[in-house]
């Protein structure tokens, strides 16, 4: 199998995690949908990360693809077995995918990183500030209400963990963590999550994209140990999409 999206991407990082987790074999394509080219376009028509190729199919979207992971391979199952858990499992994961997607992704890790190095944007401190002193601790809140006490939130570690501690990761990278005495359940629960041996193994990739250049990426994530894809869809100029305009011109999803 072939993921096409960068590790540093939430719902691309989501994806990778549950393959290893399932020990399924894969490659990465580690781009992000700005640098996609026009076979890119093609198979993700939202210009959108991450992509599994599996043969013949092609997927589109993270919960979609390891929903696919999850009936494809059962064991170990990365979603709750009774009906009810796994429509919490579902709802807990779409709050982040959406309302931490807006928050640290396009608010915060956009603005501080994305911006200003792939598209030379200055950082819109005030709605750094806003997201920072006012929308993240209303998000946190929630989180902490949900957060689970000990271990994770059904049992063993699944989709949902997993991509809590994604999100968490680029608010990090973006100078943001939660803080443990406010959110004491939250952050003991995502210090669990990244520990997690196939997510920890994402983190050692993180520094070989944040600082180099994405001309020079690839050649840093190899020698980082990662398993890079031979075929790429990436192009060298950065380019907005139909999906990414108004995120360029504003700083989030419209």
Request: charged share 20%; aromatic share 10%; hydrophobic share 45%.
């Amino acid at each position: 199998m072939i993921v096409i999206g960068s590790y540093v991407s939430p719902y691309a990082r989501k994806v990778i995690v549950a393959l290893a987790m399932k020990g399924i074999a894969h490659e990465v394509d580690p781009i992000t949908p700005f640098y996609g080219n026009d076979e890119f376009t093609r198979i993700s028509p939202l210009r959108r990360i991450p992509v599994l190729i599996d043969g013949d199919l092609v997927l589109n979207d993270s919960t979609v693809i390891c929903e696919y992971l999850d009936e494809l391979q059962p064991d170990p199952p990365l979603m709750p077995q009774s009906p009810a858990d796994r429509a919490r499992a579902r709802w807990m994961e779409e709050y982040a995918d959406s309302r931490l997607g807006d928050l640290m992704i396009w608010r915060l890790f956009f603005q501080r990183s994305v911006g200003p190095r792939v598209f030379g944007r200055p950082t819109d401190e005030a709605m750094v500030a806003r997201v920072v002193d006012t929308l993240l601790p209303e998000a946190m809140d929630w989180i902490e209400a949900h957060a689970p006490e000990a271990g994770f939130l059904f049992g063993a570690p699944g989709t949902a963990d997993i991509t809590y501690g994604a999100f968490f990761r680029n608010a990090l990278l973006a100078g943001w963590t939660a803080d443990a005495d406010r959110w004491p359940r939250t952050a003991a629960w995502i210090a669990r999550v990244w520990a997690i041996p196939e997510f920890a193994a994402t983190i050692a990739f993180e520094q070989a994209i944040v600082t180099t250049p994405f001309a020079q990426r690839r050649a840093a994530l190899e020698s980082a140990g990662a398993k890079l894809s031979s075929q790429s869809w990436a192009q060298m100029e950065p380019r907005a999409s139909i999906m990414l305009d108004g995120i360029v011109e504003t700083g989030r999803a419209e």
